[in-house]
Nanobody, 123 residues
Protein backbone atom coordinates (compact mmCIF):
# COMPACT_ATOMS: atom_id res chain seq x y z
CA UNK A 1 0.00 0.00 0.00
CA UNK A 2 1.43 3.33 -1.09
CA UNK A 3 1.02 6.18 1.36
CA UNK A 4 1.70 9.84 0.60
CA UNK A 5 2.00 12.51 3.28
CA UNK A 6 2.26 16.19 2.38
CA UNK A 7 3.75 18.92 4.52
CA UNK A 8 4.92 22.51 4.19
CA UNK A 9 1.68 24.36 3.62
CA UNK A 10 0.79 27.52 5.46
CA UNK A 11 0.02 31.22 5.25
CA UNK A 12 2.23 33.41 3.08
CA UNK A 13 2.02 36.94 1.73
CA UNK A 14 1.73 37.64 -2.00
CA UNK A 15 5.14 37.43 -3.60
CA UNK A 16 6.39 35.00 -0.99
CA UNK A 17 7.59 31.42 -1.30
CA UNK A 18 6.76 28.02 0.13
CA UNK A 19 8.13 24.54 -0.43
CA UNK A 20 5.77 21.61 -0.18
CA UNK A 21 7.06 18.13 0.52
CA UNK A 22 5.45 14.76 -0.08
CA UNK A 23 6.92 11.71 1.59
CA UNK A 24 6.05 8.32 0.12
CA UNK A 25 6.12 4.98 1.87
CA UNK A 26 5.28 1.42 0.96
CA UNK A 27 6.90 1.35 -2.45
CA UNK A 28 10.03 1.75 -4.53
CA UNK A 29 9.51 5.36 -5.43
CA UNK A 30 11.75 5.56 -8.46
CA UNK A 31 9.29 3.55 -10.56
CA UNK A 32 6.57 6.14 -10.06
CA UNK A 33 5.49 9.30 -11.79
CA UNK A 34 4.56 12.03 -9.32
CA UNK A 35 2.46 15.13 -9.46
CA UNK A 36 0.91 17.99 -7.57
CA UNK A 37 -2.70 19.04 -7.87
CA UNK A 38 -4.67 21.77 -6.13
CA UNK A 39 -8.27 22.53 -5.37
CA UNK A 40 -9.54 25.97 -4.50
CA UNK A 41 -12.92 26.50 -2.78
CA UNK A 42 -15.75 26.05 -5.24
CA UNK A 43 -13.45 24.88 -8.02
CA UNK A 44 -12.45 21.55 -9.50
CA UNK A 45 -9.14 19.93 -8.69
CA UNK A 46 -6.54 20.95 -11.24
CA UNK A 47 -3.11 19.73 -12.22
CA UNK A 48 -0.28 21.98 -11.09
CA UNK A 49 2.79 19.99 -12.09
CA UNK A 50 3.67 16.45 -13.07
CA UNK A 51 6.96 14.62 -13.38
CA UNK A 52 7.75 11.36 -15.14
CA UNK A 53 10.08 8.88 -13.43
CA UNK A 54 12.82 9.99 -15.80
CA UNK A 55 12.47 13.61 -14.76
CA UNK A 56 10.55 15.26 -17.60
CA UNK A 57 7.94 17.73 -16.39
CA UNK A 58 4.75 19.51 -17.38
CA UNK A 59 3.38 22.58 -15.63
CA UNK A 60 0.04 24.32 -15.69
CA UNK A 61 0.27 27.60 -17.58
CA UNK A 62 -0.73 29.49 -14.45
CA UNK A 63 2.38 28.39 -12.54
CA UNK A 64 5.03 28.18 -15.27
CA UNK A 65 8.15 30.05 -14.28
CA UNK A 66 7.06 30.26 -10.64
CA UNK A 67 6.70 26.66 -9.45
CA UNK A 68 9.21 23.81 -9.69
CA UNK A 69 8.56 20.13 -9.09
CA UNK A 70 11.48 17.96 -8.05
CA UNK A 71 12.11 14.64 -6.35
CA UNK A 72 14.70 12.86 -4.25
CA UNK A 73 14.36 9.13 -4.88
CA UNK A 74 16.76 8.29 -2.06
CA UNK A 75 14.38 10.00 0.36
CA UNK A 76 11.21 8.86 -1.40
CA UNK A 77 10.13 12.48 -1.46
CA UNK A 78 8.74 14.85 -4.07
CA UNK A 79 8.79 18.62 -3.67
CA UNK A 80 6.96 21.61 -5.03
CA UNK A 81 8.87 24.87 -4.76
CA UNK A 82 6.45 27.77 -5.10
CA UNK A 83 7.81 31.26 -5.69
CA UNK A 84 6.15 34.60 -6.43
CA UNK A 85 2.93 33.35 -4.90
CA UNK A 86 -0.32 35.03 -5.87
CA UNK A 87 -3.68 35.29 -4.16
CA UNK A 88 -5.11 32.88 -6.73
CA UNK A 89 -2.64 30.18 -5.66
CA UNK A 90 -4.67 29.72 -2.47
CA UNK A 91 -5.88 26.12 -2.41
CA UNK A 92 -5.46 22.71 -0.87
CA UNK A 93 -2.48 21.09 -2.56
CA UNK A 94 -2.39 17.34 -3.11
CA UNK A 95 0.49 15.07 -3.93
CA UNK A 96 -0.19 12.17 -6.29
CA UNK A 97 1.69 9.15 -7.62
CA UNK A 98 1.22 6.34 -10.08
CA UNK A 99 3.54 3.57 -11.18
CA UNK A 100 4.62 4.53 -14.66
CA UNK A 101 7.52 3.73 -16.98
CA UNK A 102 6.58 6.29 -19.60
CA UNK A 103 8.83 9.12 -20.70
CA UNK A 104 5.99 11.63 -20.89
CA UNK A 105 4.65 12.82 -17.53
CA UNK A 106 1.06 11.71 -16.95
CA UNK A 107 -1.60 14.38 -16.75
CA UNK A 108 -4.31 12.00 -15.57
CA UNK A 109 -4.74 8.57 -14.09
CA UNK A 110 -2.93 9.17 -10.81
CA UNK A 111 -3.73 6.32 -8.45
CA UNK A 112 -2.39 7.34 -5.06
CA UNK A 113 -3.16 10.59 -3.28
CA UNK A 114 -2.09 12.38 -0.14
CA UNK A 115 -4.45 14.01 2.29
CA UNK A 116 -3.68 17.54 1.14
CA UNK A 117 -2.03 20.57 2.67
CA UNK A 118 -3.52 24.06 2.80
CA UNK A 119 -1.72 26.95 1.13
CA UNK A 120 -3.16 30.38 1.81
CA UNK A 121 -1.79 33.47 0.09
CA UNK A 122 -3.04 36.60 1.79
CA UNK A 123 -1.86 40.04 2.77
Amino acid sequence: QVQLVESGGGLVQPGGSLRLSCAASGTIFNTYATGWYRQAPGKQRELVATMARGGSTIYADSVKGRFTISRDNAKNTVYLQMNSLKLEDTAVYYCAAVQSFGVVPPTRGYRYWGQGTQVTVSS
